[in-house]
């Protein structure tokens, strides 16, 4: 009936048995042994700080449609490819956490098994009664996962309906998925609407890699490091760089980012430089892309790239790919990341990666999060096509005595293990089931009125708070915008993401209709946005303090 903590990493590999021998989890597999030391001495850690008893075992299913056959994206077979891993290696994470919190888990990666267990479910018209013995508590899938669902589950979508069943999902989205494009009426009647959006879930059900909006909620990955590891021997740091990009085309130009060549070369002239780029023996044309001087391993397992990260002064980006975890475990072991500036911002209006993608966030630069959250000495995001300013940002770093590593806490184990077990106890999207107490609780809750044409996620940031969209409902109303210093003797109720607004040029103070459409991000000029803004835990950004 409890939860109780499990650091049997065998039990774990029970569960994580491939369905069809595909290696689909091979490379899940080795991250979760190399980490489980860590992880392990992280849980009962976190077991000493907080206190873990009395929670209810979840029975939670873990689909992984990216690894499904029927995708077509081949994850399992490029995983030691040069494929992408930044999302193996959240899914590694998600697994690893839930399994050390004591849950039952369940771990499919095709349709086939998914219907098999969810065909149990009763329908969402069937009395409660029935629908309180629910085969699983939570699904955690992706958005593949969650076509297949529609498609393969018996009664078809009808019972993972709008507020019935789907609210025991999350979705891993790394990217995150705004709650225009979420709603599939409002985005269809706006043109908006992409493959990847109109899931007509609540926003927060949606899990990103790193806390872009906080419509979503972060789930975060761990970053590995291994300077701590006892069996680890002190590295010395040569003058050294080492490019993040496993594949050739990364370090070809393209419509937005040119002038790789002669970044590299003037690095090249003060710094020796290191690869680990995937050859293609088969490949007729082989690294034509990578100049001769570039000393490549091939893609290397996470032990060696460990260790040549930590033999590493510089990471050096190349503008793709966006916001993988590589540039933190670089920052982790020491290493400084140059992170490529972009003017203009790459966005879904102008880069083929993001087109579809259901949000509409302008990335500045090739890694926003260690742009914004990190920064200098650790960072360095720069114009790489200003030859004379990477000459001097490289100089300067190499010239430096020492190399300091850094992780923010909420990329650690006990970071993730904290977060996603307060989500796990606190979050619940099921309006059949009974009520928790509110989360976050009030008293870590401000509304605030914020400037014209800001939205509430900088209105929020800008006090040191952070928007938390659960609270919009509880201020949607003429009376707290008046009480909030908004001045308006009328009021109307508008359907759109700006809303509840003070408008300063009618003088109206406006009421949102359509409740999926609270929304942190969105701004307007004449608009002063009424916003729920929350404190929250230095280092874990996703918590409120007190709320873990
Ligand atoms: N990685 C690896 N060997 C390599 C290069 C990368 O194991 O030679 C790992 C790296 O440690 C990271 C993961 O691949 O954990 C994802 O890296 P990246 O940031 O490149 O993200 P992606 O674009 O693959 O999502």
Redesign the pocket.
């Known amino acids: 009936r409890y939860a109780n903590i499990s650091t049997d990493i065998e039990e774990l590999m029970k569960v994580l048995v491939d369905p069809n021998e595909r290696q689909g989890y091979a490379w899940i597999r080795m ?1 979760i042994r190399r980490m489980w030391p860590r992880f392990s001495k992280a849980m009962k850690s976190l077991q000493l700080k907080q206190d873990m008893n009395g929670r209810r075992k979840k029975k939670i299913l873990v689909h992984l449609g990216l690894l499904s056959k029927q995708s077509g994206w081949k994850f399992a077979e490029s995983q030691f490819k040069g ?7 959240q899914w590694s994470d998600l697994v690893a956490t839930l399994f050390l919190l004591g849950h039952q888990l369940t771990i499919t990666s095709e349709a086939e098994q998914l219907a098999g267990i969810l065909n149990k479910l009763p329908a969402a018209n069937s009395p409660c009664q029935s629908r309180k013995e629910l085969p699983v508590d939570i699904i955690y899938t992706d958005i593949v996962g969650l076509r297949q669902f529609k498609k393969h589950v018996k009664g078809g979508y009808g019972k993972f309906s709008k507020k019935q069943n789907s609210c025991l999902l999350r979705i891993v989205d790394s990217f995150g998925t705004e709650p225009a494009y979420n709603l599939r009426s409002w985005a269809k009647a706006h043109k908006i609407l992409t493959t990847w959006g109109g899931q007509d879930l609540q926003p927060q059900q949606f899990f990103t890699m790193f806390p872009h909006s906080p419509d979503n909620s972060f789930m975060g990955f761990v970053v ?1 490091q291994h300077l701590n590891d006892t069996n680890v021997v002190k590295i010395e740091r040569r003058n050294q760089a080492l490019v ?1 990009g ?1 594949n050739e085309y990364m370090w070809e130009d393209d419509d937005l980012v040119q002038g790789k060549a002669a970044y590299l070369d003037v690095i090249k002239s003060l710094v020796e430089i290191h690869g ?1 780029v ?1 050859i293609d023996t088969d490949a007729k044309n082989k690294t034509h892309s990578i100049p001769s001087y570039v000393n490549n ?6 032990e ?3 260790t040549l990260l930590r033999q590493s002064k510089i990471f050096i980006g190349l503008g793709f ?1 966006y916001e ?4 933190l ?1 670089a920052i982790a072991n020491g290493a400084v990341f140059i992170n490529p500036k972009f003017n203009p911002p790459h966005s879904s209006k102008n880069t083929k990666f993001f087109k579809g993608k259901p949000t509409e966030r302008k990335l500045t630069s090739q890694h926003p999060y260690a742009e914004q959250f990190l920064g200098e000495p650790y960072v360095y995001t720069i114009d790489i096509k200003n030859i004379q300013q990477v000459k001097d940002t490289v100089s300067r770093i190499l010239h430096r005595n020492e190399f300091h590593p850094y992780m923010p806490y909420e990329y650690t184990e006990e970071g993730m293990l904290q977060r996603m077990n307060a989500y796990i106890e606190h979050q619940n999207f099921c309006q059949f089931q009974k009520q928790p107490a509110k989360w976050p609780p009030n008293s870590a809750v401000k509304f605030i009125l914020g400037e014209k044409g800001v939205s509430c996620k900088d209105a929020c940031w800008a006090k040191n708070l952070i928007c938390d969209p659960s609270h919009f409902r509880d201020i949607n109303s003429k009376e707290s915008l008046l009480e909030s210093g908004a001045t308006c003797p009328q009021s109307k109720e508008i359907t759109g993401i700006l809303y509840p607004s003070f408008n300063t040029v009618t003088n109206e103070c406006e009421t949102q209709k359509e409740e999926f459409l609270f929304s942190c991000v969105g701004e307007h000029l004449e608009l002063q946005r009424l916003c729920p803004c929350r404190n929250y835990i230095k280092g874990q950004t996703a918590l409120c303090q007190g709320c873990e």
């Open positions: 991250r494929g992408p891993l930044g999302e193996l290696v590995e993040y496993k680990t995937y391993h091939g893609l290397l397992n996470g060696d790239l460990h790919p993988g975890p590589a540039p475990e």
